[in-house]
């Protein structure tokens, strides 16, 4: 009898994910979120938590259709990786000049940051701007960010900036020709399956958006929470991209099988996820965050030193282990109101639970079996 109940409770809660996720919902850092744990073939867990708001009769956020404000996990799932593409084909060489694709980044030292550096965050700019205050229309904002002066000499130190990702994002506009979101949709999304992926989503769809805050006491969803992204029209390299937790986990398995898509097509060689996702300076990748070691937070203890991920400030992660053959998506909605001061604190502690459940996880269902989650 005890050894039954032990395992109607693993099936309720395996690995120990709902506990870890309960204690950020109880602890007041988010009302409600997302789960989804796998590997390259598999889904072994997609789960939604808590309720869209505090109130309990809310929605339960659903792992397939709910919608959440990415912040930036833009700067990976879109930007990086259509760089990333642009540069397999030899389109975007890494150690070009930005000012090779945008003439207006002008200033003492900037012919000498190249893509490489955007990528690595060692441009030498500071890491943001006020642009929502600073700027009328998106035409200012984008002329700021390319008059802003550096502060540092390139190639210098490792200054995490949300700047970076802008500027590579309208370089991506430069060499395609055409918007960030309409290359995204076509040459990241659409490939991958990844059908509820978007920017600026339509009025239609807010009933399924996590909301991000309040106004007048009434949930705001569907209008990104990044206020520079707001004013740069919704689209910008650094955030403003909305998903649905198993889109990711589509993109998750995409990076893992090294590049290739469910049906075998490569979308670039796996050279080159390879090249993306290595640790360079510091804990950066291109693009990527690679796990912090000498941390729990996050990533937790458990996976391995070639995990790279990264987090969205509205609540959301996504971490990739090609070691253990394992992915790790977190989607909050911590902003909405939170219940304590420390909501960042304690959602990086469980980020980091999770993420050791999900280890467990996987090591469960590598020996006993699992359902596929993702069929469901």
Known sequence: MLALL?????????????????????????????VV???TERVLLARGYGHFTWGA???????AGTLFDLASLTKVIATTTAAMELADRGRLPLQDPVRRYLPGFTGPGKDSVTVRLLLEHRSG??????????ARDAAEARQLVLSEPL??????RVVYSDLNAMLLGWVVEA??????????????FRPLGMAHTRFRPDRSQRAGIMPVGLWRGHPVAGEVHDQNAARLGGVSGHAGLYSTGLDLARFAQFML???TTADGTALVRSGAVDAFTRRGAGNRALGWEMRDT?????????MSAATYGHTGFTGTSIWIDPARDLFVILLTNRVFAPHTNRSITLLKRVRGEVADAAVRLAERCASAGCPDAGSR
């Open 175 to 188: 060499v395609t020709g055409a918007t960030l979101d309409s290359v995204a949709a076509r040459e990241i």
């Open 125 to 134: 700019l500071r890491p943001s701007l006020r642009l929502d205050t600073l």
């Open 57 to 63: 009769q809310s929605p339960v956020p659903d792992a």
């Open 151 to 156: 502060r540092y000499p390139p190639g210098e």
């Open 294 to 302: 000498t941390s729990t937070d996050n990533t937790g203890r458990l």
């Open 257 to 259: 099988r090294h590049g």
């Open 37 to 39: 744990i796998g590997t």
């Open 6 to 34: 032990g395992l109607l409770l693993a099936l309720q809660d395996p690995g120990g994910v709902a506990e870890a996720v309960q204690t950020g919902i109880s602890g007041g850092a988010f009302p409600g979120a997302v």
